[in-house]
């Protein structure tokens, strides 16, 4: 079996931005991921107990926790609290804008893991017709005396390129798939929570 080192060689210059691709691709999703963790609670659990504290008057207890609490969850109860007894409508005016804010910041770099999935083939593709084109200029040349070993080498890189373009690009679609159905789990979490909330403080503000 031919060592990695000698495949990435004979793959050619266009080995270089597929492999920048795939530096890019996984710092994109090491940092997503991370950052979903640290994010990820139990938001059915989480709002409940918000619901309680302010059932019992303890709004200013709930505010706190929101507060120390990380993920939009946490951030999209925290706005709706400190609109506690003011008009319903500014309250969920108050929720739209945190969830405006907190959306983008959950899809950040996710456009950089679709990007490398899409061009990462690409290249592999420019990769097996500059390879191709590579290989008739040899036969060409060499015409009618041909020698196999200078043909092999401009389908050597055709055929890596390709190959590593799809060796990247793949990962790179599961990777952006698995965290955009997080980001929508994040948005259905928020959604529910801010809907308990909004009734709670609504509640509340004509009690």
């Not at 890019?24 to 940092?31: K, Q």
């Not at 938001?43 to 709930?62: D, H, M, P, V, W």
Request: hydrophobic share 50%.
């Amino acid at each position: 079996m031919m060592a990695l080192k000698e495949l990435l060689a004979r793959g050619g210059y266009l080995m270089y931005p597929i492999g920048i691709c795939s530096v890019v691709a996984l710092w994109a999703f090491i940092e997503r991921f991370w950052q979903f963790r640290r994010a990820s609670i139990d938001a059915g659990e989480f709002t409940a107990g918000i619901r309680n504290l302010i059932r019992n008057k303890r709004i200013t207890e709930s505010i706190t926790l929101c507060k120390e609490t990380p993920g939009p969850v946490a951030a999209v109860l925290h706005s709706a609290l400190l609109c506690h007894g003011q008009a319903r409508a500014a309250i969920l005016e108050a929720i739209q804008r945190t969830a405006q804010f907190e959306l983008p910041r959950l899809e950040h770099n996710l456009p950089a893991l679709a990007t490398v999935a899409r061009v990462a083939p690409l290249l592999g593709l420019l990769g097996t017709v500059t390879g191709l084109i590579s290989a008739f200029q040899v036969i060409e040349k060499q015409a009618p005396f041909i020698q196999s070993a200078s043909v092999a080498k401009g389908i050597w890189e055709a055929l890596i390129t390709t190959a590593f373009g799809l060796v990247v690009a793949i990962p790179c679609q599961i990777a952006y798939d698995y965290l955009t159905s997080r980001v929508r789990s994040f948005a259905a979490d928020m959604d529910r929570s801010a809907a308990d909330i909004i009734d709670l403080v609504a509640e509340e503000t004509h009690e």
